[in-house]
């Protein structure tokens, strides 16, 4: 297989800035890290990564076609998705101070965050369109496997600027009303991410 150098920076500049961008895993990894540390994103974040790769396969195995044929099933995620951030957002908004003493552990688990990957439009979309704009479709299974590499391995960057922007938010999270305030903001901004999409 022959690898074209300008191809792969293609993919890497598309995948690093997309990861950046506000967008639903990002304002869940902010909102992680900044009331349990960098630990408590750790589980969300190995989520992403496998709900992603697996997406990335589907996609590059058919599965947009699918979509492109029935796209009413495409429409029914899209709401599902959307039905479920909200839920999120009403659980950050919920979500109490930690007491001194309090064993509270971040609400992330790696299977809540893998599936969640499957029912977030914003990844949908990103990836249908990295599929289709840099995956030849004779490029084989390695091809495909370089993609994914691709991919993955520049968007945990861009999602890792989230965790620390949420450890320096961090230090401002002494008292309850700071706490409610960014709860607040937070939830607003989960929901808020989800709205280009639900209308594009």
Not at 48 to 74: E, H, R
Not at 93 to 118: C, H, K, M, N
Request: proline share 6%; charged share 10%.
């Amino acid at each position: 297989m022959e690898v074209d150098l300008q191809l792969l920076a293609l993919m890497a500049a598309y995948s690093l800035v997309t990861s950046i961008s506000p967008g639903p895993n990002n304002t869940v990894l902010l909102t992680l890290s900044a009331r349990f540390g960098h630990r408590g994103a750790r589980a969300h974040l190995v989520g992403m990564v496998v709900g992603l790769s697996a997406m990335v396969i589907a996609m590059s195995a058919g599965l947009g076609a699918f979509f492109a044929a029935y796209p009413a099933v495409y429409q029914v995620m899209k709401y599902v998705g959307f039905a479920y951030v909200l839920y999120m957002a009403w659980r950050i908004y919920r979500s109490a101070i930690p007491q001194p003493g309090e064993d509270a552990g971040p609400p992330a688990t790696v299977w809540r965050s893998t599936l969640f990957q499957w029912v977030n439009p914003k990844a949908w979309i990103v990836i249908a369109t990295f599929v289709t704009a840099y995956i030849p479709v004779d490029l084989g299974p390695w091809g495909i496997a370089l993609a994914l590499g691709m991919f993955i391995g520049f968007t945990m960057p861009g999602a890792v600027v989230w965790v620390f922007v949420g450890r320096l938010i961090a230090r401002w999270l002494t008292t309850p009303r700071s706490h409610k305030v960014f709860t607040t903001v937070m939830a607003l901004a989960l929901v808020a991410s989800m709205v280009p999409v639900i209308f594009l």
